[in-house]
């Protein structure tokens, strides 16, 4: 059994490391989940980061099916030099059942790249919005359409109200008591 979660392990590993895209969120590229804690009803910056020469076609960004919060790319910026890109949000309800994603999720449609002279690499997409609707975690799962290879995932921790107003007291009771 310990041989099987290793070979495990290592597969996911170097599956990870061949990931042609990545999440980053509020500014941090690829930040480790247990470091992203936003309050519930808060907004926090997405962006897509390509670190290693990528495909032309079809990414997917959604939220991870029954998670509390939504994505928006009202204010979003796509950073793609010489190519012919375009974002949309999309609720085609057969692809986010397959992929077990919510409606509705953002559809990059990244075509024309310019290769292998100026390989897209770094910031790919900045500024989308994913506003948190309520306590617990949030999986956002990141996609390349045309295989439906999963490419990245990141975990966005939303402590309880009620947590937060116990650590609030804590913290005054430590202080009135020093």
Same mark, same amino acid.
């Given at each position: 059994?310990?041989?099987?979660?290793?070979?495990?392990?290592?597969?996911?590993?170097?599956?990870?490391?061949? +990931?042609? !895209?990545?999440?980053?969120?509020?500014?941090?590229?690829?930040?480790?989940? #247990?470091? %992203? $804690?936003? /309050?519930?009803?808060?907004?926090?910056?997405?962006?897509?980061?390509?670190?290693?020469?990528?495909?032309?076609?079809?990414?997917?960004?959604?939220?991870?099916?029954?998670?509390?919060?939504?994505?928006?790319?009202?204010?979003?910026?796509?950073?793609?030099?010489?190519?012919?890109?375009?974002?949309?949000?999309?609720?085609?309800?057969?692809? +986010?059942? !397959?992929?077990?994603?919510?409606?509705?999720?953002?559809?990059?449609?990244? #075509?024309? %790249? $310019?290769? /292998?002279?100026?390989?897209?690499?770094?910031?790919?997409?900045?500024?989308?919005?994913?506003?948190?609707?309520?306590?617990?975690?949030?999986?956002?799962?990141?996609?390349?359409?045309?295989?439906?290879?999963?490419?990245?995932?990141?975990?966005?921790?939303?402590?309880?109200?009620?947590?937060?107003?116990?650590?609030?007291?804590?913290?005054?009771?430590?202080?009135?008591?020093?």
């Amino acid at each position: 059994m310990k041989k099987l979660l290793a070979v495990m392990l290592v597969l996911t590993m170097a599956g990870m490391a061949s +990931a042609s !895209m990545v999440i980053g969120v509020g500014g941090v590229y690829d930040p480790p989940d #247990t470091q %992203i $804690v936003v /309050p519930p009803s808060t907004d926090v910056v997405i962006s897509i980061y390509a670190p290693e020469e990528m495909d032309q076609g079809l990414y997917i960004l959604g939220v991870a099916a029954g998670n509390p919060g939504d994505l928006s790319i009202g204010s979003a910026t796509i950073v793609y030099p010489g190519s012919n890109p375009s974002m949309d949000m999309t609720d085609d309800e057969d692809i +986010a059942d !397959m992929l077990g994603i919510d409606n509705p999720w953002l559809g990059m449609s990244l #075509t024309d %790249i $310019v290769a /292998p002279v100026d390989p897209v690499v770094g910031l790919l997409v900045n500024g989308i919005t994913f506003h948190c609707d309520g306590p617990g975690d949030v999986e956002l799962v990141l996609y390349n359409g045309n295989t439906g290879d999963l490419l990245d995932t990141q975990v966005i921790h939303q402590p309880e109200p009620m947590t937060m107003v116990l650590l609030g007291l804590g913290g005054l009771f430590l202080r009135r008591r020093k």
